[in-house]
């Protein structure tokens, strides 16, 4: 095997793009891994784990475009580096067949779009925050996905939003579904009468979408970014949601989905519910449901009661769930094991589901690792090594800087399910799968053959897969089940049951 690599220098490509070209070069026959990253520490970290961290990357910045070929040649890899050389060259160019206008500024998308009300900022973080500011001085709502944004100027930019009566949603928000349009990473939903307000975006999806897939439909959902609930932020845009909802004639339920908000958050948003005609229910993952008793609203724990509770109070009817694995599966499973198969280890794209799963294990389960703190989760002493249970996001930006999330990018996350099978103390792999707007077109097409070799790898494996969509999205949510479990993965409907699935497996 021979591992070259080489520097641009002074040069930047988007982690989209890359991450095409990467795909691209490694289908070429001989291949066995490309890495296209910008020269930052964490990608560094990651092409460490990979083996392709070569000496000359050593000096190497964030201006600097890495490029590592592990192939079975020097031939194979001269014929990647020439190849490569060609798509960047193309990307450089841009198509020069099309005649379509693109505007490069705010200025320039209005003249191009008069009548639009809303701005979705995606570029790197350093540079958000001016654009925002832009939109909403031209009287533009804004949604931000863009993550590492000082906490300084998201408090700046909400405090002019709402002076300005406009919605800024964000930094780091992934999701959002405004008048039926699905914005980011959203999901295709039925419309109706539910109007959700989040600060948790992979939450918001998982809520949503089993609305949709229990019979219910969304009137709105307006996403804030996580830190709009903590006391830095003070709520600002969770409650100018609230109240946005408050007033919608097409909202007769409200659906409130964040982590614990600071108290002196929990309180504003009770003060502006009392009075509230609107029946509303509430899920601040990890709270003391004891503590919010005065709270005024229906108190659910998991993501999939707060969608069910929802529908329910939307469609006046009880909704009867049953247990989605039987004592048998579990038997099955459990007797697959060797005497060294113990841990779990969960791969997830959406942080919120590490949260949720961590919250569903911690008080069965001893020896808890991963890279979200809370009670009783214990911090690895390396992201990209495992420790006997294990809980990992992905969508961190310990892993995101630099490349597309894992909801664009399979890449990370099916190295890591290889790393997770080859290891005889694992017994069980939590995956999310994410359907939607912005999401990944083919997840299956990534995830069957990663699966598929997993289990040839280590056969008494179970893998429990969740599809976190509806059937209007367009990865085709049937199909993908369908694969997915042709591949071997087990499957549930929410991530509350593929962590406790996990959990009877291995007690």
């Known amino acids: ?20 070209i990467g795909s691209e070069l490694s289908s070429m026959p001989g291949v066995e891994d490309v890495a296209m990253v910008m020269g930052t520490d964490e990608n560094k970290s990651i092409l460490k784990v990979s083996e392709m961290l070569l000496s000359e990357f050593s000096d190497s910045n964030g201006n600097d475009l890495l490029i590592g070929v592990k192939a079975d040649s020097e031939e194979i890899v001269e014929k990647v580096l020439e190849k490569m050389e060609s798509l960047l060259e193309a990307l450089q160019k841009g198509d020069s067949s099309t005649t379509t206008f693109v505007p490069k500024s705010i200025d320039g998308a209005l003249k191009v779009l008069p009548e639009a009300n809303l701005a979705m900022i995606s570029i790197a973080g350093k540079y958000a925050a001016n654009e925002a500011r832009k939109a909403l001085n031209n009287n533009l709502h804004v949604m931000i996905f863009s993550d590492n944004v000082s906490i300084e100027d998201e408090l700046s930019l909400k405090k002019l939003g709402k002076e300005k009566g406009l919605l800024v949603m964000g930094p780091d928000c992934g999701t959002a579904i405004i008048n039926g349009v699905p914005l980011a990473f959203a999901n295709r939903v ?68 964040s982590k614990p908000p600071h108290q002196d958050v929990i309180d504003k948003i009770a003060l502006e519910l009392k009075g509230c005609e609107k029946p509303v229910v509430a899920l601040f993952l990890g709270a003391n449901k004891e503590e919010l008793s005065d709270f005024p609203a229906e108190i659910c724990t998991t993501l999939e009661e707060t969608a069910q509770k929802s529908v329910e109070l939307s469609l006046q009817l009880s909704l009867a769930r049953e247990c989605e694995f039987s004592n048998e599966d579990v038997l099955r499973e459990r007797g697959k094991k060797s005497s060294n198969q113990k841990y779990i280890r969960a791969l997830f794209s959406g942080g919120t589901f590490c949260d949720e799963t961590g919250i569903l294990l911690r008080d069965s389960l001893t020896d808890l690792y991963g890279n979200h703190s809370g009670k009783s989760i214990l911090p690895l002493e390396n992201l990209l090594k495992s420790q006997k249970h294990t809980l990992i996001d992905l969508g961190e930006d310990d892993f995101t800087v630099g490349r597309p999330h894992p909801m664009i990018d399979f890449s990370l996350r099916n190295k890591r399910i290889i790393q997770e099978a080859s290891d005889p103390e694992c017994s069980v792999i939590i995956l999310d799968v994410v359907l939607g707007y912005g999401a990944h077109p083919a997840p299956d097409a990534e995830l069957v053959p990663i699966i598929t070799k997993a289990l040839s790898i280590n056969p008494n494996l179970t893998v429990i897969s969740y599809v976190v969509g509806t059937d209007a999205d367009p990865q085709n949510r049937k199909q993908v089940i369908s694969a997915l479990q042709n591949a071997g993965s087990l499957i549930v409907s929410s991530n509350r049951a593929a962590a406790l699935f996990a959990l009877e497996i291995v007690k």
């Open 190 to 257: 039925r419309k109706g009468d539910i109007g959700v307000v989040g600060a948790s975006g992979t939450g918001m999806q998982e809520v949503t979408s089993l609305i949709s897939n229990f019979g219910g439909g969304v009137s709105q959902a307006i996403g804030t970014g996580g830190r709009d609930v903590k006391k830095e932020i003070g709520g600002v845009m969770f409650l100018e949601g609230l109240k946005a909802l408050k007033n919608d004639k097409n909202t007769k339920i409200i659906t409130l989905v």
């Open 1 to 20: 095997m021979v591992v070259k690599g080489i520097i641009k220098s002074k040069v930047y490509f988007d982690s989209v793009s890359l991450m095409r």
